[in-house]
């Protein structure tokens, strides 16, 4: 159990590595709402909604497996020198990343 203390785990995930896999979803989405629109028109709009169901049910597995590869490809982890000081994790955070406190 010792041998955990050895390594250093980062995520070096970022808002801008997802930003496109939303977009794609976004445009599916809204293709399908077209697609739903077209159909409203005819005799029968449950069929519409179900277009709109049938792609968000296909499409929110895809999605989902996009996110988690995404996030797994970005983590890290990196052997740390034992002779090295250990760093506490409100050090190693940029000072940019810090949480805000309260004045008082």
């Known amino acids: 159990m010792n041998n955990i203390e050895r390594y250093r785990v980062t ?38 909604l179900a277009t709109v169901g049938l792609v968000l049910v296909l499409s929110l597995p895809f999605l989902l497996f996009a996110f988690v590869t995404t996030l797994l490809n970005h983590i890290e982890f990196a052997a740390v020198d034992p002779a090295e000081k250990p760093q506490t994790a409100a050090a190693s955070v940029p000072a940019s990343q810090r949480p805000v406190q309260a004045a008082g």
């Open 11 to 48: 995520c070096t995930l970022s808002f801008g590595d997802i930003y496109g896999q939303i977009i794609v979803w976004l445009i599916v989405l809204f293709i399908s709402l077209a697609a739903a629109m077209a159909l409203m028109g005819a005799s029968r709009p449950v069929y519409a």
